[in-house]
């Protein structure tokens, strides 16, 4: 049951990638930064789905891994959630607000992980 931070972060992409997320992207910052060792970043195209694709990386973490997130953390009426697992932040923006805040160019030195056979695609 016991899964790596790479392994919970391919397992969240997939989990945001079932609920149609758009845009999903894993940075490694592991050599960055002690905050985590993995980002998730997903766009959501409401506060419903942004909370339904929080939901369901919580449900997918908790059946495949054991593990619950330490905090979830809901910004500005829902354009901004994040689930804190310690080693791996996943962060759910509107549109608007994952421009705003910027977190890839904040983290630009970070290695983009590849998704390839993780997620889908689709429309």
Not at 21 to 39: N, S
Not at 83 to 103: I, M, N, T, W
């Amino acid at each position: 049951m016991n899964k790596s931070p790479k392994e919970l972060a391919l397992l969240a992409a997939q989990a945001l990638s079932e609920k149609k997320g758009r845009e999903i992207q894993v940075l490694e910052i592991a050599d960055l930064t002690t905050l985590a060792d993995y980002f998730v970043l997903a766009t959501g195209s409401s506060n419903t789905q942004i909370n339904a694709l929080v939901d369901n990386v919580e449900k997918v973490i908790t059946e495949q891994a054991g593990e619950e997130p330490l905090h979830r953390e809901g910004y500005r009426g829902g354009t901004w959630v994040l689930l804190d697992y310690g080693c791996l932040a996943v962060h759910v923006f509107s549109a608007e607000a994952r421009e705003f805040y910027g977190l890839e160019r904040l983290w630009r030195d970070g290695k983009s992980v590849d998704l390839t056979g993780i997620i889908t695609d689709g429309d």
